[in-house]
């Protein structure tokens, strides 16, 4: 499974969480998206020559 889909479940999971009102999932899966989003932009930004 790709990181861009990785971040599509965790979005879906996360929306279902804030549907329930689950304030701890919530915060988890805010997180893992915020690390998936970070790969993500990592792995595709080219790196700069100096």
């Known amino acids: ?3 861009t889909e ?3 479940n965790c979005q879906d999971l996360l929306a279902r969480a ?3 009102g689950d304030k ?3 915060r988890r899966f805010s997180k893992h998206r915020l690390t998936l ?3 993500i932009a ?3 930004t ?3 020559r100096t």
């Open 1 to 3: 499974m790709t990181l």
């Open 6 to 8: 990785q971040l599509h």
């Open 18 to 20: 804030q549907l329930a």
């Open 24 to 26: 701890d999932a919530i």
């Open 37 to 39: 989003i970070q790969q």
């Open 42 to 44: 990592t792995t595709s």
């Open 46 to 48: 080219p790196t700069r």
